[in-house]
């Protein structure tokens, strides 16, 4: 099995910024991707950024040039910086690794901008 634990949500003025973190553990062997989703209150979870194992990446429009993914393979973690954070940022966001073809999820981490 394979575990996400992800970290460094929080609440957040409009502008700010947070960085999230998601590290992986368990039966690790070949990872595909990793990335981040989101849901807000009421919506479908939708994906924010995501990065292939080759570093290729794609970003939703609503992040593009705000939110940066970052991996460091040697410990299994994927990162995403969020800045200039606006009130429609506010989700739950989920971390995901696809491993031969299986996708797993982590338990999510609020982020809340509020002013």
């Known amino acids: 099995q394979v575990q996400l634990v992800e970290s460094g949500g929080g609440l957040v003025q409009p502008g700010g910024s947070l960085r999230l973190s998601c590290a992986a553990s368990?039966?690790?062997?070949?990872?595909?991707?990793m990335g981040w989703y989101r849901q807000a209150p009421g919506k479908q979870r939708e994906l924010v950024a995501t990065?292939?194992?080759?570093?290729?990446?794609n970003y939703a429009d609503s992040v593009e040039g705000r939110f940066t993914i970052s991996r460091d393979n040697a410990k299994n973690t994927v990162y995403l910086q969020m800045d200039d954070l606006k009130l429609e940022d506010t989700a739950v966001y989920y971390c995901k690794l696809l491993q031969r073809g299986n996708d797993y999820w982590g338990q999510g981490t609020q982020v809340t901008v509020s002013s």
């Open positions: 990065q292939t194992f080759d570093s290729y990446t």
């Open positions: 368990g039966s690790i062997y070949s990872i595909n991707a």
